[in-house]
């Protein structure tokens, strides 16, 4: 499948999606740049775990190697605990 994709977006300099508005039927294309959206998804990650990170360490004390050594999951269990 993602040798289509590739396929398919191969010299493609103009990358447009077709958008419907739920609420009212209009449609309409929109530019769609997927380096820039990999970009923002990419740094919201990294700025959601520094905030962990921020969290973490200051109601424990622990340091960012020990938050980051954590799951994932774990984390997440630890930052519901500290924001009840």
Request: hydrophobic content about 50%; aromatic content about 8%.
């Amino acid at each position: 499948m993602l040798d289509a994709v590739a396929e398919a977006l191969e010299g493609e300099d103009d990358l447009r999606l077709a958008v419907t508005c739920p609420d009212c039927g209009a449609a309409w294309d929109v530019a769609f740049d997927p380096g820039a959206y990999l970009w923002h998804e990419v740094d919201a990650a990294a700025i959601r775990v520094l905030r962990e990170v921020d969290a973490l360490a200051s109601a424990y004390g622990w340091s960012e190697e020990q938050i980051l050594a954590l799951s994932p999951r774990r984390r997440a269990v630890y930052l519901r605990m500290v924001t009840r």
